[in-house]
C-alpha cells in the first residue's frame, strides 16, 4: 500500500466516526440552535469529505481540474459554516 492509500484509509476512518457521533448528537438534539449547529457541522464535515475523495478520480480525471474540484468543495464547506454560523448567530 502506498502512502497516500494510507492516508485515505485513515482519514476515511475518523470522516465515518465524526458522521457517526454528530448523527447520534443530532437524533438526541433536535430542534433548537444545537441541532442548526450539529446539522452545519455534518454538512461541512460531508462536503469536506467529498473534497478529500476527489482523489480517487485521478485516473479519469485530469489533474489541475481535481484540484479545482477540491477547491470548490473546501470552498463551499467554509462559505456554508460561516454562513449558516452567521444565520444561527442572529437567531
Known amino acids: 500500500m502506498t502512502a497516500q492509500t494510507i492516508i485515505l ?10 458522521i457517526f457521533v454528530f448523527n447520534k448528537a443530532r437524533i438526541k438534539y433536535a ?10 457541522i455534518l454538512v461541512t464535515v460531508c462536503l469536506l469529505f467529498i473534497a ?4 480517487i478520480f ?7 481540474v481535481l484540484e ?17 454560523g452567521a444565520k444561527v448567530a442572529d437567531s
Do not use: Q
Not at 9 to 18: A, D, G, R, S
Not at 31 to 40: D, Q
Not at 52 to 55: G, N, Q, S, T
Open 9 to 18: 484509509i485513515f482519514t476515511l476512518v475518523i470522516y465515518l466516526i465524526i
Open 58 to 64: 485521478d485516473r479519469f480525471i485530469d489533474t489541475d
Open 31 to 40: 430542534g433548537g440552535k444545537v441541532g442548526k449547529v450539529i446539522n452545519l
Open 68 to 84: 479545482t474540484i477540491k477547491a470548490l468543495f473546501r470552498t463551499a464547506a467554509l462559505a456554508f459554516l460561516a454562513y449558516g
Open 52 to 55: 478529500d475523495y476527489v482523489v
